[in-house]
């Protein structure tokens, strides 16, 4: 099994909808200090960052590469969240991958706002929080 540090190097397939990891793989993340590993398996798939169709023409395609890392991350992150609290981190999460990848600053707020609001308002409504 390799061991994945960036979203460079994912060994990914896309059906133009999801992207497929095509062998199992761990993935590490420094989070301050806090090393955070991951393994997953060949099968594992992701939707990338969840853009509207209407709004593609600003922010590109969900599966685009920039946002694999940020939205790999996010998804195992929004996953595993057992309370608003573990949400909210996993969006931070996500802000912070997604500057390391080099998307600008306002396409990243926006990005980040987009989940923060479907975090607070959506995904904590439906746990009944």
């Not at 969840?50 to 709004?55: A, E, N, T, V």
């Not at 195992?76 to 608003?84: L, V």
């Not at 923060?116 to 409504?125: E, F, H, K, L």
Request: glycine share 8%; with cysteine; proline share 4%.
């Amino acid at each position: 099994m390799s061991t994945i540090t960036s979203g460079e190097n994912l060994p990914v397939c896309s059906d133009g909808q999801r992207l497929t990891l095509l062998q199992p793989i761990a993935i590490t993340l420094w989070w301050g200090k806090t090393y955070i590993l991951r393994c997953l398996d060949a099968d594992f798939s992701w939707d990338g960052a969840s853009i509207p169709w209407w709004s593609q023409w600003i922010f590109g395609h969900p599966l685009s590469p920039e946002y694999r890392w940020a939205s790999l991350w996010h998804d195992i992150g929004c996953n595993e969240a057992q309370c608003i609290e573990d949400r909210t981190i996993a969006d931070a999460v996500f802000l912070r991958l997604l500057r390391e990848a080099g998307v600008g600053k306002y396409r990243r707020l926006a990005m980040w706002a987009a989940v923060r609001v479907y975090g607070i308002w959506v995904w904590r409504c439906r746990r009944g929080e």
